[in-house]
Nanobody
Framework: QLQLVVSGGGLVQPGGSLRLSCAVSGFTWTLDLYAIGWFRQAPGKEREGVSCIGGNGRTTNYAQSVKDRFTISRDNAKNTVYLQMNSLKPEDTAVYYC??????????????????WGQGTQVTVSS
């Protein structure tokens, strides 16, 4: 049973940056068997996929709304996946979650494909 712990949220001004971390534990073999995705949910809205990365780190996908502003990366030696968020906008305000599905060389931002979820962290972009 995978456990995912999210950290790094907070309050930031528009145009600012934050880095979220997703620490993963509880896997049997190696973390590179699992793709990791980042999702967010704003009040009154459905949870949406933001980005994902395949287990070997070679495949990434981004939602159009965050492309060229957010960067996903992973350090399997540290069992951690990161989401670097730059040029933040008020519409990025949401609770952010990370999740995992089996996938070494692929990933998806379809939340229905994910088996394990971490707790959320609040990201607020406001002046």
């Amino acid at each position: 049973q995978l456990q995912l712990v999210v950290s790094g949220g907070g309050l930031v001004q528009p145009g600012g940056s934050l880095r979220l971390s997703c620490a993963v534990s509880g896997f049997t073999w190696t973390l590179d068997l699992y793709a990791i995705g980042w999702f967010r949910q704003a009040p009154g809205k459905e949870r949406e996929g933001v980005s994902c990365i395949g287990g070997n780190g070679r495949t990434t996908n981004y939602a159009q709304s965050v492309k060229d502003r957010f960067t996903i990366s992973r350090d399997n030696a540290k069992n951690t996946v990161y989401l670097q968020m730059n040029s933040l906008k008020p519409e990025d305000t949401a609770v952010y979650y990370c999740a995992a599905h089996r996938g070494t060389s692929w990933c998806t931002t379809d939340k229905g494909r994910y088996d394990f979820w971490g707790q959320g962290t609040q990201v607020t972009v406001s002046s």
